[in-house]
């Protein structure tokens, strides 16, 4: 079974200010997908940026990245320059033959 | 441009009631999938289906069953409707070979299921 763990419940940052959330993650499958995605109030789930097992490179998307250690098996989401924009709920997910796992999410607080 | 339309926003049912919740996708996805939104556990997977008529079990399949009769559309019905069931339920879909070939799943934004 896989499974996928966000041990922080709740984050939260200044404005303008850097975090990072963590994940760690369990998969027998040797080709899988990791993704973040944010879900604000409107609960409209947003995919933020995604990194393919195979790719040692670590994704960025404009202010997020990510750290993947897949010998680790850690995935963390860095968030740089936060804005109030980026206050949600946040979920890390991995695949496993076409299907998402998710973990049990972070809220992330961003202070002015 | 909502491309996974969910019936209702908000759904107040009774305890034993049969409930269904409809989503609908207009993107030709062969994938579809629901969800359950818990505080704490985040989304777990319900029932998926790979193709028309086609189902598969989740991680918590107890106290559901899906239909999914035409491409586009994929029910969740709750057959007798329990208080533990009180949740928010999210539908998805993906396209064929999601996620290798794209960037994949796109979600409803949610159902708020209270039954009481």
């Known amino acids: 079974a896989q499974t996928v763990t966000q041990s922080q419940p709740e984050m939260s940052v200044q404005e303008a200010e850097t975090v990072t959330l963590s994940c760690t993650y369990d998969?027998?499958?040797?080709?899988?997908?990791l993704f973040w995605y944010k879900q604000p109030p409107s609960r409209q789930m947003i995919l933020v940026i995604r990194q393919e097992a195979y790719k040692q490179q670590n994704a960025t998307e404009n202010r997020f990245s990510v750290n993947f250690q897949k010998a680790a098996k850690s995935f963390s989401l860095k968030i740089s320059d936060s804005q109030l924009g980026d206050a949600a709920m946040y979920f890390c997910a991995c695949t496993s033959y076409g299907k998402l796992t998710f973990g049990q999410g972070t809220i992330l607080t961003v202070h002015p | 441009d909502v491309k996974v339309t969910q019936s209702s926003r908000y759904l107040v049912k009774r305890t034993g009631e049969k409930v269904f919740l409809e989503c609908v996708q207009d993107m030709d996805h062969e994938n579809m999938f629901w969800y359950r939104q818990d505080p704490g556990l985040g989304l777990r997977l319900i029932y998926f289906?790979?193709?028309?008529?086609?189902?598969e079990k989740g991680d918590i399949p107890e106290g559901y069953s899906v239909s999914r009769e035409k491409k586009e559309r994929f029910s969740l019905i709750l057959e007798s409707a329990s208080t533990n069931q009180t949740s928010m339920y999210l539908c998805a879909s993906s396209p064929l070979g999601s996620p290798s070939t794209n960037y994949g799943y796109t979600f409803g934004s949610g159902t708020r299921l209270t039954v009481v």
């Open positions: 998969t027998s499958e040797s080709d899988y997908y």
């Open positions: 289906s790979y193709d028309v008529k086609m189902k």
